[in-house]
């Protein structure tokens, strides 16, 4: 334990003794096929997005390497309520592992990743229902908020065209679980209809490519 201990202190030392930084802008795709589950009940939830992101990666000359990610993304999936609906997802992580080619050309690295994921689906829209005896033209609001943690492999590769600039690509696999809120609320003429909410399980996996541009200072 003593020497493990040793050895992550050592290779701390030497990650900020000889740094090199790394900042990675560009786009990303989250690809995540996932099942909300509830009472027994499953239903599946696929969606796609595209967004921006920007991370923030140190590389000593052990290899030794840390990063961490930021993206947002426009998510649309087609399985809620029979139409494509379209929502915003954050997403954020951190990771550390080891950077296999680390040269001033390039650079390849795989880590491990924990982060958190944020989406938001949202459907607004009228319907006819009966109220006071009379047809009426209620307005309803739909929402699904799911929340996950999800773990596992990246791998990343920058090419440097000089010094500081230079292009990258990457991508992520990762499992992701959580909890999503669900609510439902209407309303006609002033009055509330119905106003309520459920949580559901959610779980599945997490696809994340990524390219863009990267500096190195």
């Known amino acids: 334990m003593k020497r493990l201990l040793a050895l992550v202190a050592s290779a701390m030392l030497t990650t900020f003794a000889f740094a090199e930084n790394t900042v990675h802008l560009g786009a990303f795709f989250p690809i995540h096929p996932a099942t909300l589950k509830s009472d027994g009940v499953s239903k599946d939830l696929s969606s796609t997005g595209v967004g921006g992101t920007v991370d923030f990666t140190h590389v000593c000359d052990s290899g030794f390497t840390f990063k961490f990610d930021l993206g947002l993304a426009r998510a649309s999936t087609k399985d809620l309520w029979d139409e494509s609906v379209s929502g915003v997802n954050f997403l954020g992580d951190a990771g550390f592992g080891w950077s296999f080619i680390h040269n001033e050309k390039m650079t390849l690295t795989l880590t491990g990743n924990i982060g958190l994921s944020i989406c938001s689906y949202k459907l607004e829209e009228k319907y006819t229902t009966t109220s006071y005896s009379s047809t009426v033209v209620?307005?309803?609001?739909?929402?699904?908020?799911?929340?996950?943690?999800?773990?596992?492999?990246?791998?990343?590769?920058?090419?440097?065209?000089?010094?500081?600039?230079?292009?990258?690509?990457?991508?992520?696999?990762?499992?992701?679980?959580?909890?999503?809120?669900?609510?439902?609320?209407?309303?006609?003429l002033g009055t509330k209809l119905y106003d309520t909410s459920a949580s559901l399980d959610i779980s599945g996996f997490l696809i994340v490519p990524k390219v863009g541009v990267s500096f190195t200072f």
């Open 138 to 188: 209620a307005d309803r609001e739909r929402k699904l908020t799911p929340i996950e943690f999800y773990f596992g492999p990246e791998v990343a590769f920058t090419y440097r065209f000089n010094k500081h600039f230079g292009a990258f690509a990457d991508v992520g696999f990762f499992y992701a679980t959580g909890s999503a809120k669900l609510k439902n609320k209407a309303e006609a």
